[in-house]
């Protein structure tokens, strides 16, 4: 029998070590793995873990078996883990990146364990063989991350979209480019040959940088040689297309107290009178909506406020809304302008009371004003401000996101919301369960719906469409057939017939599941559109992900624990339930850009899971979780702002929300995570972006979007230049160079995409957070890339105030 040798000194005391450290871990996942095994799931974390409490204590009494058992552990580790999840590079590496680690020093040992000939070289081959079989399981499973299905179509005879973008050759007149919120430029300029060149023309910085809850969100119009553009608190700014120069600045005066989640404008709007001589004052005009609840026209030229808008220039839209307390109604999207009407819609503030202000739409005459109309779906039979002392209804769901104007029809285009109480729909009305989560197309003749098409049936889920819907002509049987795209957040495409509602491809009601907190309330099935879909495969055990095995044992465990039937899972008091995808999506309010030339989507997404649950109210109180306006949340906060804090302070949206009004708050966990790590629980990727066959639906080509540069474990950025696909908040544009342009992620890059192969062909790095859309126009000859940095705080993005341009070197 071989002789062992017990070592001595300080390589002794090392081996013992790694023996307790070993043996440490090993417990913890026998812990966990008795949990996990008795839930239902893996066995094999209560297996391997008893296996490496064995080889701990053989190290720590020196023998080689402790060492030979964990070379073993290791194969079998590897051995499971393809087996479970294949060649896929980000699943492999908490399964075995971590036992790859301890293996080093396992190996490192051998001297200290056994001086017999030839038996450490044997040990040591079979752990080198177990780190090739790690380090090649990873790298092939990076290196089989194709993306490519089909080609991309390449241009078409039948133009789909409106042919009115293409004439629109140099500008950007409105938020989504052009009326029909296609995103898309016709300039050629700038291609997938000479984008590497791009360099910074410009840089402009609007000194609005809030100290918390900050998130610009700005795209900037170009009208003629200027851009006009708002910052987080609404100052507006015209700024010079060729050099970047401020031409002129207004302050509304919006303070910090109006602000709701987040100090977000993301755009204006631009009105020309018409039959005006252009001389004259406001004859040209930019219309902003306000955190504050007001719509503000100044004149295009100078800035200066229209007095025959309103009341020096500005009308408020809180008239019949009883004084909400500041930061429940704000407007954070840009308005649109139909038929010389400025329709607007309001961020209600979510979770607050179920009772909140109205979602009321309203329409402004965008010369003086005056109400032209004011559409409350609890009040069908007239669209005039209510009598004096009544309010428009309270309670009912709101447009947060910005609507799409139909010049032709007449119509506009309400992507809507949800009542304030998102989560609970017990209380809601007939007219709240008809038009919520739905597309309602308003006559603005009228201020009546035209039609509307429902999305989500009684929406416990804040599934809210978020997306601005986009105009495009369809060919179909042999002709050109008026269309709306409409993204949601639960990741569906739906094509419908913008004249009337109806969808033109294929909607399936599925069977979804019962039971919640209130069952009677849950709808037996719900549309799913057959057209195309963002939302991948439900999720399983083995989605679970972290830095190591503890932490993907402890969220399986979580997993495991909680209620989830698939995307519909009802709410549940008495446990956790996953959302997936979770409320931003899915596709929020970018929303999709179209090539009309290829007939192409672009269409960038979330893919991430909340973890929720609802608090009784007796516990929620218990917690403090009361409204902004409650006297006990306002006395908090003074407190809080005496220590020099703030409770809302970076609260992102959900995370104990009182609901008051209902017999149950809200608390979800967005970013679900290891408590210990700060890594997420679900395996990369967080967020995508795919391009779309806009005839077939189906997919061209999908890819991770977003870097680790910026993400790692104990919140410190790793700065790995790897895809891993983050979360992501704001859209793209597409050229007729073949470029999506983006930023959106939480990486702090911008990018230039081939249309054609996915493929990044440039990119750049921001000073602050890009959660914005880009837009692209031409002055002088020269095509331009314009993207706001402002940050978000619930993204985790840094903030800022820059304003880029990017270009190609003039000749010379």
């Known amino acids: 029998m071989a002789r062992v040798e017990r070592g001595a000194g300080v390589g002794s005391i090392l081996i013992r070590i790694l023996g307790v ?54 194969i079998g580790t590897v051995a499971w883990a393809i087996w479970e999840v294949g060649l896929n590079g980000w699943a492999l590496v908490p399964r075995v990146i971590a036992p790859l680690v301890l293996l080093v020093p396992v190996i490192l040992s051998l001297g200290g364990l056994k001086r017999e000939r030839g038996g450490m070289a044997v040990l040591g081959g079979f752990g080198a063989l177990a780190v090739v079989c790690i380090l090649g399981g990873v790298i092939v499973g990076f290196a089989n991350r194709a993306s490519i299905t089909h080609p991309v179509p390449a241009a078409g005879q039948d133009l789909i979209g409106d042919p009115a973008v ?16 296609q995103r898309y430029s016709p300039l050629t300029q700038i291609t997938r040959d000479n984008v590497g060149k791009l360099e910074r023309a410009w840089m402009f910085r609007t000194g609005d940088l809030p100290e918390e809850r900050w998130g610009a969100e700005t795209t900037p119009l170009k009208i003629g040689d200027t851009l006009y553009l708002c910052s987080a608190r609404n100052r507006l700014f015209a700024i010079d297309a060729t050099t970047g120069e401020q031409k ?81 109604v704000s407007i954070t999207s840009a308005p649109v302008i139909v038929r010389g009407i400025v329709v607007t819609g309001h961020q209600v503030l979510d979770g607050q009371r179920r009772w909140n202000a109205s979602g009321v739409i309203q329409g402004f005459d965008a010369v003086t004003g005056a109400v032209r109309f004011a559409w409350d779906m609890m009040r069908p039979e007239t669209t005039t401000l209510p009598p004096e002392g009544q309010t428009y209804t309270p309670g009912t769901p709101n447009m947060w996101t910005t609507a799409t104007a139909d010049e032709a029809l007449g119509l506009v285009f309400l992507p809507m919301g949800n009542s304030s109480a998102d989560y609970y729909s017990g209380t809601r009305r007939p007219a709240e369960n008809e038009y919520s989560t739905s597309l309602v197309a308003l006559d603005v003749t009228t201020g009546k719906p035209r039609w509307h098409y429902q999305t989500v049936h009684k929406d416990v889920w804040d599934y809210d469409l978020g997306s601005q819907a986009t105009l495009v002509d369809m060919p179909m049987n042999g002709t050109m057939v008026p269309a709306v795209i409409l993204p949601s957040k639960q990741g569906d495409i739906y094509v419908l017939d913008r004249r009337t509602g109806q969808p033109l491809h ?109 608090v009784p109210r007796a516990e929620a109180d218990k917690r403090g979780w009361f409204p902004r306006d409650d006297p006990r949340y306002i006395e908090r ?89 983050t979360p992501n908040n704001g859209g793209s544009v597409v050229t007729a160079g073949g470029l999506i ?20 062909v440039w990119s750049d790095v921001l000073p602050a957070g890009g959660q914005a859309n880009p837009m692209v126009y031409e002055q002088n000859g020269r095509q331009y890339l314009v993207i706001m940095t402002g940050g978000h705080h619930f993204m985790e993005t840094p903030r800022g105030d820059q304003v880029i341009a990017y270009a190609l070197p003039q000749r010379g």
């Open 21 to 74: 450290v070993i043996a440490i871990i090993g417990l913890t996942l026998v812990i966990g793995g008795i949990q996990l095994a008795i839930l239902g799931g893996s066995y094999y974390y209560l297996l391997t873990g008893a296996l490496m409490v064995v080889s701990g204590v053989l190290l720590f009494l020196q023998r080689l078996w402790g060492a030979w058992l964990y070379v073993l552990i290791v």
């Open 166 to 181: 293409l004439k629109v050759n140099s500008d950007w007149p409105a938020w989504g480019g052009s009326d029909s919120a």
């Open 248 to 328: 002129w600045t207004y302050d509304p005066k919006v303070s910090d107290e109006q602000i709701p989640y987040t100090a977000a404008c993301r755009g204006v709007a631009h009105y020309q009178v018409p039959n005006v001589d252009a001389a004259q004052p406001c004859a040209s005009r930019i219309i902003e909506g306000t955190l504050d609840g007001r719509l503000i026209a100044v004149d295009a030229r100078n800035g200066q406020p229209c007095q025959d808008f309103g009341q020096n220039g500005a009308v408020s839209i809180k008239h019949g809304m009883g004084d909400p307390y500041p930061g429940m």
């Open 506 to 614: 294929e909607v399936e009601n599925i069977k979804v599941p019962q039971g919640g907190v209130e069952p009677e309330q849950r709808t037996p099935t719900q549309p799913t559109s057959k057209f195309h879909t963002l939302r991948k495969a439900d999720l399983t055990e083995r989605d679970m992900w972290g830095m190591s095995p503890i932490d993907q044992m402890f969220c399986r465990i979580q997993f495991r624990q909680a209620a989830y039937e698939g995307f519909f899972t009802p709410p549940t008091a008495d446990r956790h339930w996953i959302q997936y995808p979770g409320y931003n999506g899915g596709s929020d309010w970018g929303g999709v850009a179209v090539d009309p030339v290829r007939g192409v989507i672009v269409a960038n997404y979330n893919d991430m899971p909340n973890h929720n649950i609802l």
């Open 637 to 725: 906060e003074k407190e809080a702002a005496n220590r020099g804090g703030n409770l809302s302070k970076s609260k992102a949206e959900g995370a104990g929300d009182p609901q008051t009004g209902v017999p149950y708050a809200i608390n979800v966990n967005a970013g679900w995570r290891v408590k210990f790590t700060g890594l997420l629980c679900k395996q990369p990727p967080y967020g995508g972006i795919r391009t779309i066959d806009l005839r077939t639906g189906r997919t061209l080509w999908d890819r991770p979007f977003g870097t680790a540069r910026k993400n790692g474990p104990f919140g410190i950025p790793s700065m790995l230049p790897v895809e891993i696909g």
């Open 741 to 760: 342009f983006i930023a959106a992620a939480t990486d702090d890059l911008i990018r230039a995409i081939d249309i054609e192969t996915g493929k990044t």
